[in-house]
């Protein structure tokens, strides 16, 4: 039991998350080619998709921003890294879109939504997982870290 | 009695509404040959104490009280939560010794706390011989004369709650409480965003718990209770204005608006009060036409001309960098009855007035638990129950339960580790 108690009390705090959100992160981490977009704010429904237009999770994309290496290993590094985010807590703040990121390999994808900064959120969708899920990150330090690609 | 999962049911009775605002339990340990036994109450996270009796090496009988404080945590993938006692006193006479006050530390799928006796020599520590909730029927008045003397507030608003004791001065409200003749009702409008991918479960929870919540509180005040709910795909801003605009309350009602959802400030508003996001998904814009102000919700219930309105809402009020945009024409919980009727007719029916209210502080976020609910909604029924309860010694007002539950709620975030403090905000006039 000492060995327990006093792990406890230097508070060693460890998230907690889901199953499938770990499953998403490993996929990610071996994905090697990331790509970053500027998007629209808000989704557009399919009914009303422009045929003209390239959508990610339905978000009309802007335009590409081209990552470096460094830069890539550097979004990965930080979207799979589970302490970014906030263990079973969410803001109650909406979700606006900012940018969008797809790590992708072999025809295997995983996309992703970045909130706005004053929002700190995702969304986030694995193909071969479930649905899209919004997770919140602990702040908006690396919406504005893309915001310097 | 064995509790399974002890550490979610203390939890709870500290976070959630799920259980009574005021929880009793019974704690016993040994200690260097000596017994002690502590009735411990709960209010909410920062406001416990244990009342700790026990014969000492004097042989006399003494008891002590215990302040706490709670904190909560994961450690090795397993959740926690320890009180942290401090500031004990004596009750009765001190006699020779000291008395270090008692840390208590539930673990998940524990029956018994760990009590530690020291947090600096954690091997000082024992596991409790028992732990249980106290419930009605099994409480005497010789078994709380053990913790309390016969004079202390506590011991006889823990008797009437227990219904060891009528009070007899004390009068019962009527069967029909009028003023100026006509019967009072409480209307209920809930507008929560249950169907949102973030937030919604914690949305439902808090629906749910409010609903039962008033229910109870028309209930022991006798008068009358209608409840409108905007939520799921209902969740819009015609559904909600139609609903606000359809209220047709008496002269002597009550009118109590919880909003539970997104919320947000634009980046060009001077108004202290957040924006209500009424959209379920991202496929609709933010604009005039799916945003309500919270102001705006606030005139309009007040015109409706009820005696008391109480508009209330769990939503960030942070700034989302967009300006406001003009375009558009479009202008399971069971009650547990443990309130003290009479204080909470003080509180609806001896009340007239208007509160506006909110849980953040312009540019900050209000956070929500999805399994708890929000921070604030959950603060805002523990500090109704513990205004309108027997252990409040005082006359019950409602800047008392706004003070607390706003400070109530930025606890909760102060015990969380990834949530920035939520400060909220209140107006009142009420007489």
């Known amino acids: 039991m000492k060995p327990f108690l006093l792990a406890l009390f230097t508070l060693t705090l460890l998230f907690a998350c889901t199953k499938s959100t770990k499953k998403m992160f490993k996929n990610i981490a071996k994905y090697e080619t990331v790509q970053l977009f500027v998007i629209d704010e808000f989704a557009t429904a399919p009914e009303e998709q422009n045929a003209n237009e390239t959508y990610l999770l339905d978000y009309q994309i802007f335009n590409q921003i081209a990552l470096t290496d460094s830069q890539q290993i550097n979004i990965k590094s930080f979207v799979t890294n589970s302490e970014n985010y906030t263990d079973k807590m969410a803001r109650t703040c909406p979700f606006i879109g900012q940018f969008g990121l797809s790590f992708t390999q072999n025809g295997k994808v995983v996309r992703m939504i970045v909130g706005h900064k004053n929002c700190p959120k995702c969304l986030v969708s694995d193909n071969e997982l479930e649905d899209g899920k919004i997770l919140d990150f602990l702040d908006g330090g690396f919406v504005v870290q893309l915001s310097t690609y | ?431």
């Open chain 2, 1 to 431: 009695m064995k509790i399974k999962y002890l550490f979610w049911v203390i939890l709870l009775s500290l976070w959630s509404s799920n259980l009574f605002a005021q929880d009793l339990y019974e704690v016993k340990f040994s200690t260097n040959g000596m017994d002690y036994k502590g009735l411990l109450v709960m209010f909410n996270e920062s406001k416990i104490y244990m009342r700790v009796g026990y014969t000492d090496g004097e042989q006399t009988y003494r008891v002590v009280q215990v302040d706490y404080t709670s904190e909560q945590g994961v450690s090795q993938g397993k959740e926690y939560l320890i009180l942290i006692g401090s500031n004990p006193k004596f009750v009765t006479a001190k006699g020779k010794y000291d008395y270090n006050p008692d840390h208590l530390l539930f673990m998940g799928e524990m029956d018994k706390p760990w009590v530690i006796f020291d947090l600096n020599d954690i091997n000082n520590s024992t596991i409790a011989s028992s732990f249980k909730p106290l419930k009605k029927g099994a409480v005497t008045e010789r078994y709380l004369r053990s913790f309390y003397k016969s004079t202390a507030s506590d011991f006889l608003a823990i008797k009437r709650m227990f219904g060891i004791e009528t009070p007899t001065p004390t009068p019962e409200p009527e069967p029909e409480v009028t003023h100026n003749n006509k019967k009072a009702t409480l209307h209920l409008v809930v507008i929560a965003n249950t169907a949102i991918t973030d937030i919604g479960a914690g949305c439902n929870v808090d629906k749910r718990n409010l609903i039962s919540e008033f229910n109870g509180v028309a209930s022991t005040l006798g008068v009358g209770f209608k409840k409108y709910i905007v939520e799921g795909s209902s969740f819009t801003k015609s559904q909600t204005l139609a609903t606000l605009n359809n209220l047709s309350p008496g002269s002597n009602d009550i009118i109590v608006f919880i909003y539970r959802g997104h919320g947000f400030r634009w980046s060009n508003q001077t108004e202290t009060w957040p924006q209500m996001d009424l959209r379920t998904n991202a496929y609709t814009r933010l604009s005039q036409n799916t945003t309500l102000s919270l102001q705006e919700a606030y005139r309009l219930i007040k015109s409706k001309g009820a005696r008391l309105n109480i508009v209330l809402a769990d939503c960030c009020n942070n700034d989302i960098g967009i300006n406001k945009v003009n375009n558009s024409p479009y202008m399971q919980m069971q009650s547990k009855n443990i309130y003290n009727a009479v204080k909470l007719q003080k509180l609806f029916l001896e009340t007239k007035g208007d509160i506006l209210s909110c849980a953040a502080s312009p540019g900050e976020y209000s956070w929500v638990n999805s399994s708890i609910g929000g921070f604030y909604t959950v603060s805002f029924m523990q500090a109704l129950r513990e205004e309108g309860s027997y252990l409040n010694n005082g006359v019950p007002n409602w800047s008392d339960i706004l003070n607390s539950t706003i400070k109530s709620a930025k606890n909760k975030t102060n015990m969380c580790r990834n949530c920035s403090a939520q400060n909220g905000k209140y107006y009142s006039d009420v007489k």
